[in-house]
């Protein structure tokens, strides 16, 4: 058998790799042949509409034809060849021919053609891409709740996704790292099963913390499709002691008040005082601790105790009985102020007092002075009242009082 001699080996490779060059640039604009059809590729998800398009730089009136990937005829211009509804005539003229392909699937991907019936026939390829759309994910591993310090595994699974999914994990809305992601291809399909496992040690702080599992893939919105996971956590009571009044005043009512936290909620509660017995006043109801009336006596550090299945917490108080001065200081302070503006108000009125009298002094006198006015050089009182100003008006009045200014000189 005669094998091809080097030379004819590498002519048959340049022959080849000229022919795929010229496939791959009839997708591309061709200057030089404005007869060659053109296409691009498309992408699409499973279950949307893809529009396939062809169009050439100018014609001779040849029609232009689109193919399936099995080479079946679907368009021949505007004349519908295969029947099937979901694909439709999109637009037709003279230079393109587009149609649509409606709720995409899986076997619908692959090369399409597009021909124009030119001499020679010239062609052109699109090629569609199908996604596969991932299944909205499923957190498994979690039953029941997690003593504090323990650890717990979850796992995240999805299926349907082409090409594989990845999977993200969120913890109250933060991303952590979980295992890298396991993918699966599925027999006889071309879809792909992918799983991520998540393994936390939990302490009390995590309890009802959400867990999220998010889907990343091209065929859905980031945070489209995510599965939730609320963790609960066992863990002792946290303890806290609140006083229901602001003052422990000496001959006072007062109360302490136990809050315990934990989970499951702490169903018994205890007091004690560290130094000794609970004052004989005291009085223990459940969280509540009262005292009827405080007394000196009473200062110390007081313990509450909270307990769940989980185990007890504990929390302290530290009573400091005040006396009586302790609620007259506020008081006195009020007192100060409210005298403090009475004064200033007591000030300002004596001012406005001298101000007023004084302005009724000075009018005063010039009212004496207008009277008299003239009054010296006139022989009688009548003639003293005819040049005083201010007319005729209380004449009578005037009258006596110029009399008796005339005698006096």
Known sequence: MAFPSAPSALWIVSLLTA??????????????????????????????????????????????????????????????????????????????????????????????????????????RATVTVLGVPATPQISGFEEPVPA????????????????????????????????????????????NVSSELTLQVNASDDNVIISCVVDHDSVKPGEKKSEQSLRVLYTPEVAITPEERLAIEGQRFSLQCSGKGNPEPSDYSWKRKDGELPPLAKVQGAFLSFSMLNKSDNGEYICHARNTVGTGMGTYT????????????????????????????????????????????????????????????????????????GHSGAEEKKKFWRIQLEEK
């Open 319 to 390: 009573l400091q009985v005040q006396d009586t001065t302790a609620m007259a200081s506020p008081s006195g302070v009020d007192h100060a102020v409210i005298g403090g503006v009475v004064a200033v108000i007591v000030f300002i009125l004596l001012c406005l007092l001298i101000v007023l009298g004084r302005y009724l002094i000075r009018h005063k006198g010039t009212y004496l002075t207008h009277e008299a006015k003239g009054s010296d050089d006139a022989p009688d009182a009548d003639t003293a009242i005819i040049n005083a100003e201010g």
């Open 19 to 124: 022919l795929f060059a010229a496939a791959v640039h009839s997708n591309i604009v061709n200057d030089e042949d404005p007869l060659q059809p053109m296409t691009s590729d498309q992408t699409v998800s499973v279950g949307g509409t893809v529009t396939l398009t062809c169009w050439v730089a100018e014609t001779d009136n040849s029609s232009l034809q689109w193919s399936n990937t099995a080479q079946q005829t679907l368009y021949f211009g505007e004349k519908r060849a295969l029947r099937d509804n979901r694909i439709q005539l999109h637009r037709s003229t003279p230079t393109e021919l587009s149609i649509t392909i409606s709720d995409v699937q899986l076997s619908d991907e692959g090369e399409y053609t597009c021909s124009i019936f030119t001499m020679p026939v010239r062609t052109a």
């Open 149 to 192: 310090g323990g650890k717990v595994t979850l796992t995240c699974t999805t299926t349907g996704s082409k090409p594989p999914a990845k999977l993200r994990w969120y913890k109250g809305g933060v991303e952590i790292q979980g295992r890298p992601d396991v993918v699966e291809s599925v027999p006889d399909d071309p879809t792909y």
